[in-house]
C-alpha cells in the first residue's frame, strides 16, 4: 500500500515568508508525528497526533510553528515569519497504535526539504 | 531527558565484512528501540524495532540487540554489500506513544 507521503518535497522562501507543510499519513494510521532535521544535527521532535487526543507540541521551538490536524488523516505543519535556522528537512511519521500494543513502529515519510534565505 | 548516542560517526568498510554499529541511551526506561538507514534525499527507512521486553531482533543479514540495564543496543550487518552504505540511525521510543529521540547517526561505506 501507499506510504507517507509528503508535499512540497522541495521549498525555498524568503526571510519572513509563512510556509506550510503538508503530511499524508498511511491509511488507517492514527498517530502522526513530525520531526525536524537540521544539517548536521539529528532529527527532533516537533508534535504528535493520536486521533481526537489534544495533540502533544513539547516539541515545537517557538509559537511561529503550529500544526493541524483533521481526524485521522492530513496534517499541515506551518511556519510563520520564517527564519533562517528554520531551515531543515521536515519528515513526517505516522503508525499504527491501539489499545493491544505499547510498542508503535514508526514509517517516515520522504520529507521536505526547507530552505530560508 | 532521554539522550542517544551513535558510534562511530562514519565507518568504512570493505564489501563482504561483518560489523557492529553502537548506539547507548541513558534512561533505561524505554519502551521502544527502532534502527532506520536514511539514504541522501530520502526519507527514513524502518529496519529493526526492539520491544523493552525483548533482546532482540533478526532481519535478513540484520540482527539488533537491546540491553537496558547497559543503556546499549548494536545494529549487527552480516556480509556487508555496498547497497548498505547508507547513513544508520537508532531511536529510542520513552513514552508509550513512542517519541522517538534519535542518535546523531553512523554513516556506513562499504566499498567493492
Known amino acids: 500500500g501507499a506510504g507517507v507521503s509528503q508535499s512540497p518535497s522541495n521549498k525555498v522562501t524568503e526571510k519572513g515568508k509563512d510556509v506550510e507543510l503538508r503530511c499524508d499519513p498511511i491509511?488507517?494510521?492514527?498517530?502522526l508525528y513530525w520531526y525536524r532535521q537540521r544539517l548536521g544535527q539529528g532529527l527532533e521532535f516537533l508534535i504528535y497526533?493520536?486521533?481526537?487526543?489534544?495533540?502533544?507540541k513539547s516539541g515545537l521551538p517557538s509559537d511561529r510553528f503550529s500544526a493541524e490536524r483533521t481526524g485521522e488523516s492530513v496534517s499541515t505543519l506551518t511556519i510563520q515569519r520564517t527564519q533562517q535556522e528554520d531551515s531543515a528537512v521536515y519528515l513526517c511519521?505516522?503508525?499504527?497504535?491501539?489499545?493491544?500494543?505499547?510498542?508503535?513502529?514508526?514509517?517516515f515519510g520522504p520529507g521536505t526539504r526547507l530552505t530560508v534565505t | 531527558k532521554q539522550e542517544v548516542t551513535q558510534i562511530p560517526a562514519a565507518l568504512s568498510v570493505p564489501e563482504g565484512e561483518n560489523l557492529v554499529l553502537n548506539c547507548s541511551f541513558t534512561?533505561?526506561?524505554?519502551?521502544?528501540l527502532q534502527w532506520f538507514r536514511q539514504d541522501p534525499g530520502k526519507g527514513l527507512t524502518s529496519l529493526l524495532l526492539?520491544?523493552?521486553?525483548?533482546r532482540e531482533q533478526t532481519s535478513g543479514r540484520l540482527n539488533a540487540s537491546l540491553d537496558k540495564s547497559s543503556g546499549r543496543s548494536t545494529l549487527y550487518i552480516a556480509a556487508s554489500q555496498p547497497g548498505d552504505s547508507a547513513t544508520y540511525l537508532c531511536?529510542?521510543?520513552?513514552?508509550?506513544?513512542?517519541?522517538?529521540?534519535f542518535g546523531q547517526g553512523t554513516i556506513l561505506t562499504v566499498h567493492p
Open positions: 491509511s488507517g494510521h492514527t498517530a
Open positions: 497526533f493520536q486521533g481526537n487526543s489534544a495533540p502533544d
Open positions: 526492539i520491544q523493552s521486553s525483548q
Open positions: 534512561d533505561s526506561a524505554i519502551y521502544n
Open positions: 511519521a505516522s503508525s499504527l497504535q491501539s489499545g493491544r500494543s505499547l510498542y508503535y513502529e514508526q514509517y
Open positions: 531511536a529510542g521510543g520513552g513514552t508509550s506513544y513512542g517519541k522517538l529521540t
